[in-house]
């Protein structure tokens, strides 16, 4: 089973609105990452946000962080056109050099 | 943009053909990694590499081979490819710390196998 499944799986939204997603994992993780992938194309990264944070930043981007819930949530503000594409939450576990990713979210951003 | 090349980006071939993808990265890193996704799918991991002569098998069980003979270079291999291959497949690479961070991606290889 896969260790983060994001929701929702599609989103559609009007441009300057906001858009939310989360994810959901089962095991303890070291740090939970998120990636973009537009259509075709490779994963591009994010942000990080390791366990023992709550909260992160970047530009128009905001991570939060629950372990007690083993979730987290990307939110993206005033979004653009440009920011259409397929959102993955990617967990780190201790012990393991390597990250499981979600099923992702598909957003679409409407002009 | 990320400093990793996968070639090629396109290739049609027929069922029992020897195929090698190619993934290179010019950043020295010593993890690489190698995952298959289906369209609108999860990614899978099938290889990684610790540094190079490593090469472990990933979460997903998959009938290609890897080698790590340079640092920079990650290649894949599938002996006699069949239209169950057919898919994306993505390399990336992450540098070499206790923790394991962001990694960068290539564009990937739509392989397609009639």
């Known amino acids: 089973s896969q260790q983060g499944e994001e929701d929702p799986q599609a989103l559609s939204i009007q441009e300057g609105e906001n858009a939310t997603m989360n994810c959901s994992y089962k095991?303890?993780?070291?740090?939970l990452q998120w990636y973009r992938q537009n259509s075709g194309r490779g994963l591009v990264h994010l942000i990080l946000?390791?366990?023992?944070?709550r909260e992160k930043h970047s530009g128009r981007l905001r991570v939060t962080l629950d372990t007690s819930k083993k979730s987290s949530s990307l939110l993206i503000t005033a979004s653009r056109a440009a920011d259409t594409a397929s959102y993955f939450c990617?967990?780190?576990?201790?012990?393991?050099?390597?990250?499981?990713f979600g099923i992702g979210t598909k957003l679409q951003v409407i002009p | 943009e990320a400093d990793i090349y996968q070639t090629p980006r396109y290739l049609v071939i027929g069922t029992g053909k020897k195929i090698t993808l190619e993934c290179s990265q010019t950043?020295?890193?010593?993890?690489m990694y190698w995952y298959q996704q289906d369209p609108g799918m999860e990614l899978h991991l099938i290889h990684y590499?610790?540094?190079?002569?490593?090469?472990e098998k990933g979460d997903l069980s998959s009938e290609s081979t890897v080698s790590r003979i340079r640092t920079e270079h990650f290649p894949l291999t599938l002996e006699s490819a069949r239209p169950s291959h057919t898919s994306q497949y993505l390399c990336?690479?992450?540098?070499?710390?206790?923790?394991?961070?962001?990694?960068?991606f290539g564009p990937g290889t739509r392989l397609t196998v009639t």
């Open positions: 990336a690479s992450s540098e070499s710390r206790n923790e394991l961070r962001e990694q960068y």
């Open positions: 095991t303890s993780i070291n740090n």
């Open positions: 946000i390791r366990s023992n944070e």
């Open positions: 990617a967990t780190n576990s201790g012990g393991y050099q390597k990250v499981t």
């Open positions: 950043m020295g890193h010593d993890k």
């Open positions: 590499s610790y540094g190079v002569n490593s090469t």
